[in-house]
């Protein structure tokens, strides 16, 4: 069950790039939540996908017997629900339009932002990283997911707020 959940189903056997590939099918996870009407569960699926991965991982880890590999992609699952999460925050209040998700930005902006500071490693993420077991593995991609939700954020405030005025 761990390796199941590690691996996202298979998804971290995808080649080349598995954390690319489960983020992406993360985020067409998403997306098809949110068409459903089920925005909550972009970050309900965050909370449990981190729960599972510091449940998983561990055992993944002892029993492989490696560090981090590069089939273990359910902490990018967790990380790009949590970057995903800041998009879908608008839809939470009935007053405030659905500026974030629903436009392209909202799911492609987050997607490459995560992918960015996930490969990149910046600041906390890279001091994650080097961290060492199943804290590493799962800690690094959270504060990636954390850096790309902010980031998706502020972007959509100046795409909003600056640019479209100026192309409407």
């Given at each position: 069950m761990s390796r199941m959940v590690a691996t996202f189903l298979g998804a971290g056997f995808l080649k080349p790039a598995p954390g690319t590939w489960a983020s992406a099918v993360t985020v067409a996870l998403a997306v098809a939540a949110y068409q459903?009407?089920?925005?909550?569960?972009?970050?309900?699926?965050?909370?449990v996908a981190t729960m599972l991965g510091f449940w998983a991982v561990p055992q993944y880890l002892r029993a492989t017997g490696g560090e981090d590999p590069s089939e273990v992609v359910i902490d990018e699952v967790a990380g790009q629900l949590l970057a995903l999460s800041f998009t879908v925050i608008p839809l939470w209040r009935h007053d405030v339009p659905d500026l974030l998700f629903g436009a392209w930005p909202g799911?492609?902006?987050?997607?490459?932002?995560?992918?960015?500071?996930?490969?990149?490693?910046?600041?906390?993420?890279?001091?994650?990283?080097?961290?060492?077991?199943?804290?590493?593995?799962?800690?690094?991609?959270?504060?990636a997911g954390l850096f790309a939700g902010v980031a998706s954020v502020a972007l959509a405030g100046v795409y909003h707020g600056l640019v479209q005025p100026w192309l409407g």
């Open positions: 459903a009407g089920w925005a909550l569960a972009v970050p309900v699926g965050f909370v799911w492609v902006a987050p997607f490459l932002l995560f992918r960015l500071f996930d490969i990149w490693k910046p600041w906390l993420v890279g001091r994650a990283d080097r961290m060492e077991g199943a804290k590493g593995v799962m800690l690094d991609d959270l504060w």
